[in-house]
């Protein structure tokens, strides 16, 4: 009997280990605030990765797809019901969040003899002004994080999501000293791609630890887009409808990538 907490807890540190494993390699997602909104980039070859979940909120994760899929159903589901029987104005990111999705994965995390979820996510909510725009990152602990790790940081104005912690960190690094949530779409786009590749070239045991040069990171995107696929979302700050995610067209982001 003495012995079974020490094997939930040699259980769990496993399940970490292996969860932690399978999504090292996932491509990672910035959001950044700007005069526009809030625009989402990542950057894929197949699978979506950012999807909208009600009018003022988006979500973008790194995972399986099933157990991707399985969460933004949940999500949805539990957005619209609640603007249906109060009001649209009552939902919120951080009871979403905190009362729906966090314990949804940290039921399914501590529970060894079951699967856990194979997701990490970030979500942005769309406010009235950038300061009051917030972005949450949720693991699949159900931990939850912000932009800065503190909740005095909420409103950085920006947030990252990535496969690894050393690149989640690089990722955040970068966007403190350049990100503007003045700037206008062009540049915020730009810095988020920017957020990105550097996420990217941090990925596996032989990442960078630093931030590359200028040069490098736009070798490091061409190489990429070569592949892949920019995928990229803006929740629209001053929209005339009550919807405010829109994805991006190709052509938009060709102009948006164009030099």
């Given at each position: ?45 197949s699978r979506q990765k950012l999807f909208e979940i009600y009018d003022r909120i988006a979500m973008g994760a790194i ?98 999501l990535s496969g690894t912690q050393a690149s989640t960190e690089l990722m ?88």
């Amino acid at each position: 009997m003495i012995e079974e907490p020490y094997r939930w807890v040699e259980a769990v540190v496993n399940r970490r280990e292996y969860v932690e494993t399978q999504l090292a390699g996932g491509s990672p997602i910035a959001a950044v605030s700007c005069r526009e909104g809030i625009v989402l980039v990542t950057v894929g070859r197949s699978r979506q990765k950012l999807f909208e979940i009600y009018d003022r909120i988006a979500m973008g994760a790194i995972g399986h797809p099933g157990d991707i899929e399985r969460l933004r159903l949940a999500a949805i589901e539990l957005a619209s019901t609640e603007g249906f029987t109060r009001s649209a104005a009552d939902v919120s990111l951080r009871r979403l969040a905190y009362y729906s999705l966090s314990p949804v994965l940290k039921g399914a995390f501590e529970q060894i003899y079951g699967a856990p979820y194979l997701v990490r996510m970030l979500c942005a909510e769309i406010g009235a002004a950038a300061e009051e725009d917030l972005f949450l990152r949720i693991e699949y602990d159900g931990a939850i994080a912000t932009s800065g790790h503190a909740p005095a940081e909420s409103h950085a104005g920006f947030g990252v999501l990535s496969g690894t912690q050393a690149s989640t960190e690089l990722m955040e690094a970068f966007l403190r000293e350049q990100h503007d949530p003045a700037a206008k779409l062009p540049r915020a786009f730009a810095t988020a791609l920017d957020a990105w590749s550097i996420g990217n070239m941090a990925l596996g045991e032989d990442g960078v630890r630093e931030r590359p040069a200028r040069d490098a990171l736009s070798a490091e995107r061409e190489k990429h887009l070569a592949r892949g696929a920019i995928e990229a979302a803006v929740l629209e700050r001053e929209a005339k409808s009550a919807i405010r995610y829109r994805p991006l067209a190709r052509a938009e982001i060709a102009a948006l990538v164009a030099p």
